[in-house]
């Protein structure tokens, strides 16, 4: 499908990084979009809307800054907001975007017309998560820009289907930008959630272990030395279904097949809390860490514009393989 059109022309390579809590935040998003792709934070990685005024500054005047000296425009940059009633700044957090026109909002939990139609009104686009066709569904009926399929293997709160299974069911009723979430850390893999039906590809994990992410450096040498084996998915953390580095649950006393965590979702309490410091209390997201199921193929840290073009050589050397092996197969009749 055609990208929106404050993505086009603007991307070396169909990718949005994913925001991650705790870990996004301004130097990681201002070097995804200098690289050439889609950059993203929560707003809830700062703790107050002061904070959060002053990334939104930042990156702002950061990506104009690159502009004037490059003569170049970046690739977009886009928030995260959670769309539930316990998120009591929720409208202050979308005024601020509002007021420095934020290309892309991303939501989670929610999808709200009154939302969408308040970010077209300054030009913006709206993208929303999914986990299967019920929510999507609701979405596309709300009037999201695009859906954000988030499949198996998803780092942090995942979904349970396989990919090639929930891209089909969307693309029966949905016509407008798709991204893949799940287990995506390669040009190949870009390329491959292209081919079957995705627009974007949205990676997370890869880019926790990038020299800009502000991930704790003993969550980055973790995801180096782990494999798909020390993937746990489980609901004994946060009460949603998400999957977490298992040394990490390990050393927090954790068991996964534990019950889950029960109780309302309460986003201010629960994202207040992740800021506390209380030495002797694990915090979900600080201190136990979550990754997707392709941390099997990450062994270093490199800084995001090499990320950047060793997967643009992977993609466009993928593409090249597919074509070959295509023009061996006749075409039907």
């Not at 007021?99 to 686009?125: C, E, F, K, M, N």
């Not at 930008?177 to 974007?200: E, P």
């Not at 890869?206 to 782990?226: L, Q």
Request: with cysteine; charged share 15%.
């Amino acid at each position: 499908m055609p990208l929106p059109a404050l993505l086009e022309n603007r991307l070396r390579l169909p990718v949005v990084a994913a925001p991650m809590f705790l870990a996004s935040g301004p130097d990681l998003v201002l070097a995804c979009c200098r690289a050439g792709i889609v950059g993203t934070f929560p707003a809830k990685n700062q703790r107050d809307l002061d904070g959060l005024d002053q990334w939104l500054q930042q990156i702002s005047s950061g990506l104009a800054a690159s502009t004037t000296q490059t003569g170049d425009q970046p690739a977009p940059y886009g928030v995260n907001l959670i769309v539930h009633p316990s998120n009591k700044t929720l409208e202050q957090e979308l005024d601020l975007c509002a007021a420095y026109r934020v290309p892309i909002i991303i939501t989670s939990l929610g999808a709200v017309p009154q939302i969408v139609d308040r970010v077209h009104a300054y030009g913006g686009i709206v993208f929303h998560d999914v986990v299967n066709r019920r929510h999507a569904e609701k979405a596309a009926a709300a009037g999201v820009d695009g859906l954000i399929a988030v499949s198996a293997g998803a780092g942090g709160h995942t979904g349970l289907a396989n990919p090639f299974a929930l891209i089909a069911e969307i693309r029966r009723f949905f016509n407008g930008t798709l991204l893949l979430a799940g287990s995506l850390g390669s040009g190949s893999d870009i390329a491959a959630a292209q081919t079957i039906g995705a627009d974007l590809a949205y990676m997370g994990t890869r880019f926790v272990a990038t020299r800009e992410c502000a991930a704790d450096a003993a969550y980055k040498a973790m995801i180096h030395e782990s494999q798909l084996a020390d993937i746990t998915t489980t609901a004994a953390v946060s009460g949603i279904t998400a999957n977490f580095l298992q040394p990490s649950l390990d050393r927090a006393g954790i068991s996964a097949d534990g019950p889950a965590v029960t109780g309302a979702i309460n986003v201010d309490a629960d994202m207040a809390d992740a800021f506390t410091t209380a030495a002797n209390q694990p915090k979900p997201w600080r201190d136990i860490w979550s990754a997707g199921h392709g941390v099997g193929s990450i062994d270093h840290s490199p800084s995001v514009a090499d990320l950047v073009r060793t997967l643009q050589q992977d993609y466009h050397a993928a593409v090249a393989a597919q074509r070959g092996r295509a023009a061996h197969v006749p075409p039907a009749d």
